[in-house]
């Protein structure tokens, strides 16, 4: 290798595929035996199997390795001041979950505790969610009704609010549960890599729709109106139909109640928290005073009776005894469940992995699917629903500094004190200043309609994913919109696939660079044809057309021309294009100075081509004989080593030389410069 002046000069011989790898053979791979597997898995010494099981449980290496001085500080002052976080959101999701705000506490307490134990991540906040509230109202509001519904049928008595609450509780523990095991049972077998099928195009427009959900379910509850509840496709327009329908029984306190909550939100969270975040050690509060002062004026100004202001109500001090899910129905809701699990996983490890990438703390994918796992498994037995991370509260993790998951004990002491004695002093609270407090938060998630022209300015097909899956989310329902977003996906990687064109190549004639040709007349017997994807059932005769459209046509025998795309190409084979301002000719040597218009040979490369199937190698076998009858010879360049075994394993090389097999396109072309001389 020779450098001069900024050129580059490569010396090395011409090698067919066969040559290249016996003088560079591949390391061996030892043969795939499932018995070997296991025999290796079940033979380890005691300490081996100490240090698996401890693997499970981080929180003894951070408290091993605790380091007081540094850590503690950071710890204390990031998780007290996410517990004044935790606390609205818990009781705000926990009507949202259509269920009491003590159950969004419960939930709080026990995956938060359990994470500690559990997880990886210092900055990941597990807890009450609203995705994962509004997915858990679906499923309890139908079961409810489904309930209610065989009542009737059966001619029984209509159930009671408790008894219709407790179904929703025992439907909320199984999906809770449910999640759980999911998400445990695939930590254990290590299926972490299931995040990357979902796109950043796909989770953006799912949680920017569950944004306009979540916020449009609290709307009702600012204007102080009770509206019927919808399930199924198309329930948001229903809902504001039904809403817009009773506007005459707004109540205007509620109102104005909800737009003070707001205001107040808006400028501490913009004009103080967000633009003197590096000046403050701990950002303001402003959730927990809103909901101190909102409940105390509530309670002294007698709200509820005086202006008919619906509140939280009685919040039961301490906790429920344990039970067990109600799994009758499980059928009717496991792919709701299911869908909660994914999405759990998305939101956290996507978040986890930002902050691991901030900080360079590395994290354990598998084990913190592990920890997700079990934090709503052990809360599927405390009347809890599914939890996941919330974005603001893991960015308050992040950014005031916690150092390990022990920053988790005082945001559980903070929960334990608020269920055991001061959950009862928020009985006042106007829900009005909940549902206030749950549309601001969503504001972040409601702005990433900002990002569409960029995202269409970066890729068309993401854009397609995000607006789809957005769309269908919003006006149908969110489960359509997950079935929608992943069919989309799905189809657009299909439809990439089948749109790649191949593309004919030249070499330059004073340098060893390739230019894309086409149109232009070249004086050569020589062709070079790139395929641009994988050869499989979905592209394989589109590329076997593409191959006849840019090279020779065999049912009609018809020549076809080539021109230079970056550049307009005259008569004479060269190529004009500029370079840095300057106008430069590079002339197309694809014969590699053979001057002759009828095509005797064609290049194939395959080196973008990582996966061949039967169809793919059916194409290869059809074109070569094709061209061989005709009298023009076809060589094969760049084939990767999963390909070549794939051939390999077809027979392939039974009809079709090795010798015409190069290691990249250049081999090939020295190969035939040689044979042109001679």
């Known amino acids: 290798m020779d450098y001069e002046r900024g050129k580059l000069q490569l010396s090395r011989q011409v090698y067919t595929q066969d040559a290249y790898d016996l003088t560079y053979p591949a390391p061996e791979r030892p043969e795939f035996s499932i018995a070997r597997k296991i025999k290796k898995k079940c033979i380890c010494s ?12 981080p929180l003894i290496n951070f408290a091993r390795t605790y380091k007081m001085k540094e850590y503690i500080l950071g710890d204390f002052l990031a998780g007290l001041t996410v517990s004044f976080m935790h606390l609205p959101m818990a009781m705000g999701f926990g009507i949202l979950a259509s269920l009491r705000p003590i159950h969004g506490l419960y939930s709080t307490f026990f995956s938060v505790f359990v994470y500690m134990i559990f997880g990886t991540s210092p900055h990941i906040s597990i807890g009450t969610n609203a995705v994962m509230a509004l997915l858990t109202a679906t499923v309890v509001d139908r079961e409810a009704d489904t ?44 299926l ?17 729709a569950a944004a306009i959900h979540i916020a449009s379910s609290q709307v009702p509850r600012v204007f102080g109106i009770k509206v019927q509840t919808f399930a199924g496709a198309g329930k948001l327009v229903r809902m504001y139909i039904d809403l817009f329908s009773k506007i005459a029984q707004t109540n205007a306190a509620e109102i104005i109640i909800a737009l003070l909550c707001m205001i107040t939100l808006l400028l501490v969270k913009l004009c103080i928290n967000e633009r003197f975040k590096d000046k403050m050690k ?17 309670h002294f100004a007698n709200f509820k009776e005086v202006f008919d202001v619906k509140v939280a109500g009685e919040i039961p001090t301490g906790f429920t005894s344990p039970g067990l899910p109600r799994l009758q129905n499980v059928g009717s809701f496991a792919s709701d469940v299911f869908v909660m699990a994914v999405l759990s996983l998305a939101m956290s490890i996507s978040m986890a992995k930002l902050c691991a990438n901030k900080h360079g703390i590395p994290i354990d994918d598998n084990q913190e699917l592990f920890a997700y796992g079990a934090s709503n498994f052990v809360s599927g037995f405390f009347h809890s629903f599914p939890s996941a991370t919330a974005p ?25 004190l608020v269920i055991l004695v001061i959950g009862q002093l928020f009985v006042s609270l106007p829900l009005s200043v909940l ?33 789809v899956t957005n769309s269908v989310s919003v006006l149908v329902d969110l489960n359509y919109g997950i079935i929608a977003g992943v ?14 064109s191949g593309k004919i190549v030249a070499r330059s004639s004073h340098e060893d660079i390739l230019v894309n040709v086409r149109g232009c007349k070249q004086s050569s017997n020589l062709r070079i044809f790139k395929v641009p994807t994988n050869l499989y059932f979905a592209t ?27 550049g307009t190409v005259e008569f004479n084979g060269d190529v004009a294009y500029k370079e840095k301002g300057a106008s430069k000719n590079v002339e197309c040597d694809a014969a590699a100075g053979i001057e002759s218009d009828k095509i005797e040979t064609i290049l194939i490369d395959l080196s973008s081509v990582d996966y061949v199937d039967m169809a793919g190698m059916g194409v290869l076998q059809q074109v070569t004989k094709t061209y061989k009858d005709m009298g023009i010879s076809v060589c094969l360049t760049g084939v990767q080593r999963g390909v070549a075994e794939t051939l390999e394993a077809g027979d392939f090389f039974e009809t079709f030389p090795r010798s015409a097999v190069y290691y990249d396109i250049f081999d090939a072309l020295e190969a035939n410069r040689e044979d042109s001389k001679s």
């Not at 005691?46 to 449980?57: G, I, S, W």
């Not at 701990?282 to 509530?298: E, F, K, Y």
Request: proline residues 4%; contains cysteine; glycine residues 6%.
């Open 435 to 467: 549902a206030a407090m749950i549309i601001i938060s969503m504001k972040d998630l409601l702005l990433q309609y900002r990002n569409l022209p960029r995202i269409w300015r970066i890729n068309k097909y993401d854009f397609v994913i995000w607006v």
């Open 192 to 208: 972490g890599v299931i995040t990357t099928y979902l796109s950043v195009s796909f989770v953006g427009g799912f949680s920017t």
């Open 540 to 566: 394989a005769e589109r590329i076997k057309a593409q191959i006849y459209k840019h090279i020779i046509d065999p049912h009609t025998r018809k020549q076809k021309t080539a021109d230079v795309k970056y």
């Open 487 to 500: 069919g989309i996906s799905i189809f657009l990687v299909i439809f990439r696939d089948q749109c790649a």
């Open 282 to 298: 701990m950002p303001v509060p402003i959730d927990l005073i809103v909901v101190i002062l909102g409940t105390i004026i509530s």
């Open 147 to 190: 309930f209610t519904a065989a009542r009737q049928a059966a001619n029984e008595s209509m159930p009671t609010a408790d008894e219709i609450m407790e179904v929703k509780i025992g439907t909320s523990m199984a999906c809770c549960f449910l999640a759980g095991l999911i998400l445990m049972g695939m930590g254990l077998l290590k």
């Open 46 to 57: 005691t300490a081996d199997v100490f240090r698996t099981v401890l693997a499970y449980f």
């Open 392 to 416: 603001p509260r893991t960015m308050i993790l992040s950014t005031l500094g916690a150092r390990t998951t022990l920053n988790a004990i005082p945001t559980s002491v903070f929960i334990l």
